[in-house]
Structures are given as C-alpha cells and as structure tokens.
C-alpha cells in the first residue's frame, strides 16, 4: 500500500534502571536510578509499525489517527511541523516501511553518504556529583574517578565531568577545589590521552570557570559545558583567555532553554559546540539545524538524558550530520526495549544496518504498559 492511513495508536511508559544512583549537578539535586521512556506505537493499516519517544496526551494522538503517511511525513523534508510531536515514531515508521535504516533516509534528506557500518564516537555522561556526602576531597575524588574505571570497561574512551559543587550543594571555595581534585583524579585514573569534558550547568561566572580551567590546564580538558548563562560578551572574553593561554579547551552550550543567539554565536566562532536537546529540539529539526552549523563548520553534540532510548537514536544523526562530534551516552536497561545490534566498544558505538533505529519491543510488556498508564487508538 503506497500511502496507507495510520489505524492505530498506542502510546504507554516503561521505566528502567542506571546502573547505579546517580547524583546531583550544579543546579539539581539527586537524579536518581530511574530512567522513564514515554513511547508510542503507530501502525499503518497495512500492517507496518514504528515507534519512539513521545510525550503526546491522547487528545494529540487523536487528530493523528486516520491520517495517510505523506501528510505527516515525506522523504525530502522529514515529519511536517504539525506532526513533529511524533517524530521519533514517524521516522522509525518511514525505515519499517522502506527496510531501510532511519541514517539512511536521514543522510539522503541532508545530501550525504551515510558511512556504513556506522561507528559514532561517544562518552560517558554519568560522572555526577555522588561524592557530596563525602568529607574529605582525595576521597571524593577517589569515587568518581572509580566510576571513570567503570566506564572505562564497559568501553568508554571520553568521560563529561559534572563540576559546580560550590554553586549550590558545597560552600564556594571548597566546593571549586573539589571540582578541581576530581578532574585530577579522573585524569589520573584514565591516562593522559582520552577525552575529559566539563559541564558546569550554568552554575558559575566566567572567573570562577577561567580559574578551574587554569588549575586543570595540565588535564587537557576537552570543552567546557554550559559555563555560565549564554552570553555572547562572556565568550567572547572566555574565548580570548583561552587562545592567551593556549588552551585549545571547545566551548560547547544549548543543552536547556539555549538563548535564540546561539546559531549565530556558533556561525562567528563564540561557542564551537551545539547540544540542542535531541527530544525538545526533535530529528527532523536537528537535520536541518546540522546541515546548517556544517556549512559554518560548527560541530554538534546533541544533548539527551533520562531516556536511556536517545542512547540508540542519536546515534542515527551521526550518519546525516558531517560535523557530529559526540553521542552522549546514557547507561541504563529497560525490561520491554531492546537494541539488538547495537554495541559499544573502544569509545564507538556500533550500529545496526537494520530497518528503523534498529530497535524493538517486548510485545506482553508494552502492552502491559500501554493498559496500565497509557492508552490506545484504533480506526
């Protein structure tokens, strides 16, 4: 069938496990073991589906209900604005429909030959502040550089340290030193080669960032995240320090509400890296928003937490995206979602040449799920 309707729509919540808790970054406090993965489920009335995160109520799904795949969605331009709530689903639906893998369709709609078998480099985000009950700084240290270790052998080769402790949870001065004794420790404990990021939350000024830049000189901090509020004077100031001193350290931002300016700081060279979150800002908007900071040069990083599902589908914009520098990588398992294929080894996530993202739901607990939380649509 060419241009079928969509007939029904299920939509429910699984819920999964991190590895271990995890604590507080500069502004919020513990985060918990919990992943929720909100996904829903479109089937076209020949039978085909697809899937992926969204938070739609069932009053959205409704007016999705009946409607023929070229209206919601097309090859050239991806999910049409109206439908951008359900993205991830259509996308997924487009690589079901056309056994084709979405980095496929994704790189056709960008102008690019996807690379193939796909490798996206990618780190470990989980380096959370979980030392805050801890008195003594070398101990501290010693935690969250073990966690490192942790990471290291489950096959990362990058590492995004959460700094900002004495901007909320540890008075100023001793909450700085610590930030400063675990990125010495972290450093230590993974050798002199691999990739430290630090991500500050917005939770210091640019002198407070420019003095633990300067005391971590010998890390070679790979960016700084989120220094302080957007601030096109502040980076511009952040900028020249650094090329003063040598620092080739990338500024990355535009993780939460990212000032509107931010295309247009990374276009004159203000900040090197976009993190648009991978949901709020959606696929369809990060293959255009890519194309874009290509052409500029300007890399992209997009940020996603809490989902454990943008582990997989992020990594599909790296086939679209010439400039795509990292996949941050959340680690957790949800009973009823599976990623067969995927792998991460050496730093590179693998993925699968399969229809889709590649990804799949236990049939008895999404239904579950979707009975007990969620609801279900039907023509």
Request: glycine share 10%; aromatic share 8%.
């Amino acid at each position: 069938m060419e241009n079928p309707r969509i007939a029904a729509i299920e939509w429910g919540l699984l819920e999964g496990e991190r590895p271990r808790m995890v604590g507080s970054n500069a502004r919020l406090g513990a985060h918990g073991s919990r992943v929720r993965v909100p996904l829903v489920r479109l089937t076209t009335e020949d039978g085909i589906r697809g899937f992926g995160l969204c938070h739609a109520v069932e009053e959205q799904a409704a007016t999705l209900l009946g409607r023929r795949i070229n209206d919601v969605f097309d090859a050239q331009h991806g999910t049409a604005i109206s439908w951008q709530t359900f993205d991830y689903a259509l996308w997924d639906l487009a690589g079901q429909r056309q056994k084709q893998p979405v980095y496929v369709l994704a790189a056709a709609m960008t102008g690019i030959k996807a690379t193939e078998p796909l490798r996206v480099p990618c780190y470990d985000t989980s380096l959370y502040m979980d030392d805050l009950q801890i008195v003594d700084d070398a101990e501290a240290a010693r935690l969250i550089a073990s966690e490192a270790r942790e990471g290291y052998e489950r096959g990362h080769r990058a590492f995004k340290i959460k700094i900002g402790r004495g901007s909320r949870h540890m008075p100023l001065e001793q909450g700085i030193q610590r930030d400063i004794a675990v990125v010495h420790a972290v450093r230590k404990e993974i050798g002199p080669d691999l990739p430290i990021m630090l991500d500050a939350n917005n939770g210091y000024n640019l002198n407070i960032i420019k003095h633990i830049l300067q005391e971590t000189a010998q890390d070679t901090v790979f960016w700084i995240e989120e220094p302080f509020h957007e601030d096109a004077i502040l980076y511009e100031d952040l900028r020249e320090w650094l090329e003063a001193r040598q620092l080739s350290i990338l500024i990355s931002d535009g993780e939460g509400v990212a000032d509107p300016h931010l295309l247009e700081w990374a276009r004159i060279g203000l900040v090197d890296v976009v993190q648009y979150d991978l949901f709020s800002h959606g696929f369809t908007s990060w293959l255009s928003t890519g194309s874009q900071l290509d052409r500029w040069g300007a890399r992209v990083a997009p940020h996603h937490y809490g989902t454990h599902y943008g582990n997989y589908v992020g990594a599909h914009l790296a086939g679209a995206i010439q400039n795509f520098l990292y996949l941050e990588w959340d680690e957790a398992t949800t009973p009823g979602l599976s990623a067969p294929g995927y792998s991460l080894q050496e730093g590179q996530v693998h993925v699968p040449a399969t229809p889709g993202f590649g990804l799949s739901l236990d049939e008895a607990i999404f239904s579950k799920a979707r009975d007990e939380s969620g609801f279900s649509l039907r023509l």
